[in-house]
Nanobody
Framework: QVQLVESGGGLVQPGGSLRLSCAAS????????MGWYRQAPGKQRELVATITYDGSAYYADSVKGRFTISRDNAKNTVYLQMNSLKPEDTAAYYC?????????WGQGTQVTVSS
């Protein structure tokens, strides 16, 4: 059973930075892609960023130029560096991993951007 554990969320002021981590229970080489979604209260879950097994990254328009997704295969961990945070980035952030026909989700970590 695949387990994804997120960490790094918290409260930050507008303009600040946070780095989210997603640690997988096994090797991330087996995943075609890993990524981050977020869900704000009363809104649908939305894709934030993804990274493929070969390192190709995709970003939602709303975070381009501010967020960076990366992976450390040796640590079986995917990161989301979030800079220039805005109040509208406030949400629960979820890590995902996909392989074959299966998609796995973490439990989420809360990010709150507020002064």
């Amino acid at each position: 059973q695949v387990q994804l554990v997120e960490s790094g969320g918290g409260l930050v002021q507008p303009g600040g930075s946070l780095r989210l981590s997603c640690a997988a229970s096994g090797s991330i080489f087996s995943f075609n892609a890993m990524g981050w979604y977020r869900q704000a209260p009363g809104k649908q879950r939305e894709l934030v960023a993804t990274i493929t097994y070969d390192g190709s990254a995709y970003y939602a328009d709303s975070v381009k130029g501010r967020f960076t997704i990366s992976r450390d295969n040796a640590k079986n961990t995917v990161y989301l560096q979030m800079n220039s945070l805005k109040p509208e980035d406030t949400a629960a952030y979820y890590c995902t991993a996909s392989r074959a026909l299966s998609t796995y989700w973490g439990q989420g970590t809360q990010v709150t951007v507020s002064s």
